[in-house]
């Protein structure tokens, strides 16, 4: 079969106006302290036909004025945002009010993200260590299946167990899994630990998964390594399940955009049309109602 090269849906990647106090952890990222502006992206992009994107929130202070930010950004180019992931604290218990202050304030609005992984040893997002187990935040959940908004899950590992069981208890919540479960390839404890919590995973109709930012999970990666981890999501997951996403810009540390991409449409290039087709465009189309 031919290497895709037709239309994308790029199903994750951020953009901002650097601020300081908007975005304060990027005080600690000297690569990512700037303007990151729709120019950038097409620049990155190019020559790719990036016909659509999901814009994902970046850890904002003030997650509404983001989402803004967010909503102007596909006034005046509608091919990027066409679907915003905003973040709201989901076990908060004016989750409802926050939630109709952002679809008014972006159109577009498709999901949340409320990070929720932690990494024993590592720097981590999450506003707390154990959302997966509290309550509130499992009827938060419950919320964003009512309104037909998705989640975007950005976990480890070690805490599918804790993620499934509330899948499981809330079947009509659609779930995306970000950076594909977010493996450890430097260990082969850490690559089966991945397998395992992914399998997992694909055992549930309501979960779905976006394939980026692989490379820099994997020391000394090649096409041909990159290619057994994304081949073996396909076999588990199915095409219907599964999305190509820069990430970018936080991805492009690691490699380009169009990098990233070649990684990709090299390993699914046996894959008929159609099923190349959802990977790079029809996945996140259903998903993000684009």
Not at 82 to 97: Q, Y
Not at 116 to 135: I, K, Q, T
Not at 168 to 196: N, Q, Y
Not at 222 to 234: C, H
């Amino acid at each position: 079969m031919a290497r895709y090269d037709g239309p994308i849906v790029d199903a994750h990647h951020h953009l901002w106006s650097y601020d300081a106090a908007l975005l304060p952890w990027l005080a600690g990222e000297p690569t990512l302290a700037r303007d990151v502006s729709a120019e950038d992206y097409f620049a990155a992009a190019a020559p790719l036909n990036v016909v659509a994107s999901v814009w994902i929130e970046a850890v904002a202070t003030d997650p509404l004025a983001e989402a803004r930010a967010a909503a102007r950004l596909n006034a005046a180019e509608p091919r990027l945002a066409a679907a915003i992931i905003a973040h709201a604290p989901l076990d908060a218990p004016d989750l409802a009010a926050r939630l109709d202050r952002l679809a008014e304030a972006a159109p577009t609005l498709r999901g949340i993200r409320d990070i929720v992984a932690v990494r024993p040893g590592f720097p981590s997002f999450a506003r707390h260590g154990d959302l997966l187990e509290r309550a509130a935040f499992a009827a938060g959940l419950k919320v964003l299946a009512r309104r037909g908004l998705a989640f975007d899950l950005m976990l480890e590992p070690c805490q599918m167990g804790a993620a499934l069981r509330l899948a499981a208890a809330i079947p009509d919540l659609s779930i995306i899994i970000e950076h594909a479960g977010s493996p450890d390839f430097s260990t082969e404890e850490g690559s089966a630990r991945w397998a395992g919590a992914m399998q997992a995973a694909a055992r549930l109709p309501n979960i779905s998964v976006k394939i980026s930012a692989l490379h820099c999970r994997m020391p000394g990666w090649s096409d041909a390594a990159l290619a057994a981890p994304i081949r073996a999501l396909v076999d588990w997951f199915g095409v219907d399940r599964l999305a190509f996403a820069s990430d970018f810009p936080v991805h492009d540390r690691t490699v380009p955009f169009t990098r990233g991409y070649e990684t990709f449409a090299r390993a699914v290039a046996d894959l008929s049309p159609d099923e190349q087709r959802a990977l790079f465009q029809g996945t996140a189309r259903r998903l993000y109602r684009i």
